[in-house]
């Protein structure tokens, strides 16, 4: 960015230049091809796949025979379900939970502010160990249930943090007239600081969502009911241990090749990511800029 | 309620009223630092099952003490323990010369791009990997460089000698480290690049009325200018060193074996939830939590005897 404003500084030569390039290039090869290859495969037809024996880069035709054995109604119809729930449920309650938090500690002259704030901090600093969070969880009640992909990790100390300055950031004078107008603390929240806050409620709640569809951790942890598992897990199952997914798994009669079935299932756990990415992308700079040096 | 930003000192009303005072800003928070205490603070006193010779089915009040014994496995230097810890610092090493500078060269590449849209463009590809959970990645190189990857089918198909690098125990470090660089250089850059943009473009020009070529003002302005950030990271990645990636692991150890691939997290989940020795198991991340606090404040202390800002102050 600097760089234009630079006076009298030569251009970089031409070989530099090209050396550059192609540098980057080769960079972001190496990120897009997986991708492509994959939901190329995950159409193409069975003769291509088998004469490629794996993976196919360019499709000669579509077909989405994978697809549509995925959604008979079988084992990844069920863990798309669970997924699905978990991401939307978890990001409203973890959004909720985390405003809620972050705006009482943005308040001036909270009198628990303080402590409050030094436990969410201190909580950043250290993680108690992988067996006493898992015996708190079983003490609770919640191994073998679907509420435990969601609860243990509702709330992101970092997030709090990051939603915290934002709402600090809100002009005072706002809140302050909405109270003399005789707003309490619940109204001046929800009809004047989240609507300011859309920009940062996105973000945050984007956040919460990826870590909620990506949530492997915690499935294979605390789910040994094979009925609760998300996504994740049946990938890890059917892709990376390679179990072979039959008629009785998916619920169809139909199948088509092992591969395209692989590819299809990695496929569905990756595009609802790029939809969102657009979005995402847009503000979360500023979002990780903000956590960082509020931090 | 009137008073609270105006000069009256607060402490002219008791705690008890100010607190009556805020319940419901208190009611707010509640929520909250009921899930961080619940799962964060209360797991460290479940802890003390370190201690104990924990038995499920009487609880952690009914299991008796045992001392020290679960520790044993430590100080006495059990073979199964050695080799996870041995395997733990390996991949930290590793980490910490190949991981650590990638983004750092990254940004150093994308800030000296004269075109913004390039620039953007290959932000937006870069950064995307980081999104896809561990599951997706690992999946990803399999497809890629297994067996019967597009790399094998390739080589295969032009008569060339195929290698595994997938199921290979020899690549295995090699492996995980690349894997971590894959998903995360690009996202990493996000913090350089912010520092580079931080940087006073009159010291540039300044640097270059005095004849310094661009290599020297690499040298003598970007690298010092983004010295803070690299060092505060650098801390944040010492409390995180014994902490080597427990998901992208445990998700490929099946294909090596654990002689290469048991770390200190994998040899706790693997002897504490599957094999039922949760004492030891809970001893082993006991410890491990406590060097990676240390490691944290003593590299902090470090960096202020440098005069550096560290994580925190003081």
Redesign the interface.
């Known amino acids: 960015m600097s760089r234009k404003i630079v006076q009298g500084v030569p251009m970089p030569s031409w070989p530099m230049r090209i050396f550059k390039g192609f540098v980057l290039l080769i960079f972001c090869a190496v990120v897009i091809i997986p991708f492509v290859g994959v939901i190329s495969t995950s159409v193409a037809p069975n003769k291509q796949i088998n004469e490629a024996g794996g993976l196919v880069l360019l499709p000669e035709s579509i077909n989405f025979a994978a697809y549509e054995s995925l959604f008979a109604g079988g084992v990844v119809t069920r863990a798309l379900f669970v997924s699905i729930f978990v991401t939307i449920v978890g990001t409203l309650l973890s959004l909720t939970v985390s405003c809620l938090l972050a705006y009482a500690l943005s308040r001036p002259g909270f009198s628990a502010g303080r402590p409050i704030l030094l436990v969410v901090l201190f909580s950043m600093l250290f993680s108690p160990g992988i067996i006493p969070v898992y015996l708190t969880v079983k003490g609770v009640g919640l191994l073998d249930s679907i509420w435990a992909l969601i609860v243990p990790t509702m709330i992101s100390a970092f997030n709090v943090v990051v939603l915290r300055a934002f709402f600090m950031n809100l002009p005072n004078e706002i809140t302050e007239s909405a109270r003399i107008d005789g707003a309490g603390e619940l109204k001046t929240f929800t009809y004047i600081v989240l609507p300011l806050s859309k920009a940062v409620l996105s973000v945050i709640g984007l956040f919460y969502a990826v870590a909620y569809w990506n949530a492997f951790f915690s499935a294979l942890l605390y789910l040994n009911d094979s009925k609760l598992w998300p996504l994740q897990l049946v990938l890890r199952t059917y892709v990376i241990n390679d179990t072979q997914l039959g008629s009785a798994e998916l619920g169809t009669e139909l199948l088509p090749p092992q591969a395209s079935i692989q590819m299809a299932i990695l496929v569905v756990s990756i595009v609802p990511i790029l939809l969102v990415y657009p979005f995402l992308q847009r503000h979360f700079a500023k979002g990780v800029l903000t956590g960082a040096v509020k931090g | 309620m009137l008073q609270?930003?105006s000069t009256r000192p607060?402490q002219q009303l008791s705690?008890g009223r100010?607190?009556l005072?805020?319940r419901?800003?208190?009611l707010?928070?509640l929520?909250?630092?009921g899930?961080?205490?619940?799962?964060?603070?209360?797991?460290?006193?479940?802890?003390v099952?370190a201690f104990k010779d924990y038995q499920p089915f009487l609880g952690?009040g009914g299991s008796d003490w045992s001392g020290w014994a679960n520790f044993s496995v430590i100080f006495n230097g059990d073979p199964a323990f050695l080799r996870a810890l041995k395997n733990t610092l390996i991949l930290t090493s590793l980490q910490s010369i190949f991981v650590f500078p990638a983004p750092i060269l990254?940004a150093l590449?994308?800030?000296?791009?004269?075109s913004e849209r390039?620039k953007r463009i290959?932000q937006?590809?870069?950064?995307?990997?980081h999104?896809?959970?561990?599951?997706?990645v690992?999946?990803?190189?399999?497809?890629?460089l297994g067996g019967?990857?597009?790399l094998n089918?390739y080589l295969?198909?032009h008569d060339l000698t195929t290698i595994d690098i997938i199921g290979n125990s020899e690549l295995f470090h090699v492996l995980l480290t690349s894997q971590i660089i894959?998903k995360d250089t690009?996202w990493a850059t996000?913090?350089f690049l912010?520092a580079?943009?931080q940087?006073?473009?009159q010291l540039?020009?300044a640097a270059?009325?005095d004849g310094a070529s661009?290599m020297k003002?690499l040298w003598h302005v970007t690298l010092p200018g983004l010295r803070g950030i690299i060092i505060l990271l650098f801390i944040l990645r010492l409390?995180d060193s014994l902490?080597v990636g427990?998901?992208q692991i445990?998700?490929?150890q099946?294909a090596v074996g654990r002689d290469v691939s048991e770390v200190l997290?994998t040899y706790?989940?693997n002897n504490?939830?599957l094999g039922g020795a949760?004492g030891v198991?809970?001893a082993v991340?006991?410890v491990?939590?406590i060097v990676?606090?240390i490691l944290?404040l003593t590299a902090n202390k470090v960096a202020h005897m440098f005069g550096e800002q560290g994580v925190y102050q003081r």
Do not use: C
């Open positions: 609270r930003s607060q705690l100010r607190l005072r805020d419901v800003l208190l707010f928070a929520p909250g630092i899930l961080i205490v619940l799962f964060h603070y209360v797991p460290l006193l479940g802890n099952i952690i990254l590449l994308l800030n000296s791009l004269f390039i290959a937006s590809i870069l950064y995307l990997p999104f896809m959970s561990w599951v997706i690992v999946a990803l190189f399999q497809q890629m019967s990857g597009l089918n295969r198909s894959w690009g996000i913090l912010a580079l943009s940087i006073d473009s540039y020009e270059s009325v661009r003002q409390g902490t427990f998901e445990i998700l490929q099946q997290d706790v989940y504490g939830v949760w198991a809970a991340g006991l491990k939590g990676g606090v944290v």
